[in-house]
């Protein structure tokens, strides 16, 4: 059965940079990397089409997180640079079908996901 597994995340100071990898992401699907807090939904923050030909990013994190694929391995990376605290989080990798990466990064469209990993970001 598939399977995604997250890694990469940890704590770091502000202005630090993290890369957070999402394996077991098949080359044929949208993937999109999601972060939630305690109380809060799970909201988007970046989307990748199939075939890496597309990205998406949130507003939030636009200019600062890139979202890419190693298609040969399926892995789907997050590259994190100025990180903030308002970017502490679990982050999950979601996985959908191709239709998935259209709609604003809404979660609902994502049917497999990863069990998360911590990223923590201290002023």
């Known amino acids: 059965q598939a399977q995604l597994a997250e890694s990469g995340g940890g704590s770091v100071q502000a202005g630090g940079s993290l890369r957070l990898a999402c394996a077991g992401a098949?080359?044929?699907?949208?993937m999109g990397w999601f972060r939630q807090t305690p109380g809060n939904e799970r909201e988007g923050v970046a989307r990748?089409?199939?075939?890496?030909?597309?990205?998406y990013y949130s507003d939030s994190v636009k200019g600062r997180f890139t979202i890419s694929r190693d298609l040969a391995n399926d892995i789907v990376y997050l590259q994190m640079n100025n990180l903030k605290p308002e970017d502490t989080a679990m982050y999950y990798c979601?996985?959908?079908?191709?239709?998935?990466?259209?709609?604003?990064?809404?979660?609902?469209?994502?049917?497999?996901w990863g069990q998360g990993t911590q990223v923590t970001v201290s002023s």
């Open positions: 979601g996985e959908g079908p191709g239709a998935a990466c259209v709609g604003g990064l809404r979660t609902a469209p994502f049917n497999l």
């Open positions: 098949r080359y044929t699907y949208c």
């Open positions: 990748i089409y199939p075939g890496g030909t597309e990205t």
